[in-house]
């Protein structure tokens, strides 16, 4: 089985400053790594994901991640955040194979950005 | 792009009716998914599809139903609501069997049970 955990519940950060959201996981097996951004009064959508290669990935709106498979962490990165980032921000994974349909999530970080 | 579409963004129910919530994919998509999404508690998954007239337990399936009778639709069914399923419920589709392909969400349907 696995698990997420994401440190920080809420985060308020300073228009144009820098941020980092914290994930770390729990897996006796290889995983798959994602994050999903939900705004206010919408689903999610995908910032970004891991599956293999490069640990530093990029995503949408000037996000990226890094992958540490020896801290098991993904922690998420801006390095100068807008008032439109405001949202909540989940990291989620999922284990490698066939029948993996599954992803568990982390219970979300709620990231206020202010003027 | 791919479009999940949930039939309702906000109901209101009472205790005891049977409720049913819907949810439609337009991208031929195997796999969907119903969550439930609470503050502090993240996505639970409730119950996944993997192919029509099949279904798979999630993490917190009791007081739950599903149905998939075509492959373009997955429905949700409280049969009989009770205030602790007051929830937001989110539903996802995905490509094939494998994880790494991602999950694209509906908007969510707020559910108030009174």
């Known amino acids: 089985a696995q698990s997420v955990t994401q440190l920080d519940s809420q985060v308020p950060v300073f228009e144009e400053a820098p941020v980092e959201l914290r994930c770390n996981y729990s897996s006796s097996v290889s995983v798959y790594l994602f994050w999903y951004v939900q705004y206010p009064n919408q689903g999610l959508q995908l910032l970004l994901k891991?599956?293999?290669?490069?640990?530093l990935v990029k995503g949408i709106n000037g996000f990226e991640a890094e992958f540490n498979k020896s801290q098991t962490s993904f922690h998420l990165r801006k390095p100068s955040v807008h008032i439109s980032d405001t949202a909540e921000y989940f990291c989620a994974v999922s284990p490698y194979g066939a029948g993996s349909y599954q992803l568990t999530f982390g219970k979300g970080t709620k990231l206020s950005v202010i003027p | 792009d791919v479009k999940v579409t949930q039939s309702s963004r906000y109901l209101v129910k009472r205790t005891g009716e049977k409720v049913f919530l819907e949810c439609v994919q337009d991208?031929?998509?195997?796999?969907m998914f119903w969550y439930r999404q609470d503050p502090g508690l993240g996505l639970r998954l409730i119950y996944f599809s993997y192919d029509v007239k099949m279904k798979e337990k999630g993490d917190i399936p009791e007081g739950y139903s599903v149905s998939r009778e075509k492959k373009e639709r997955f429905s949700l069914i409280l049969e009989s609501a009770s205030t602790n399923q007051t929830s937001m419920y989110l539903c996802?589709?995905?490509?094939?069997?494998?994880?790494?392909?991602?999950?694209?969400f509906g908007a969510g349907t707020r559910l108030s049970v009174l």
């Open positions: 891991y599956l293999s290669g490069s640990t």
């Open positions: 991208m031929d998509h195997e796999n």
């Open positions: 996802a589709s995905s490509l094939s069997e494998l994880a790494k392909n991602i999950q694209y």
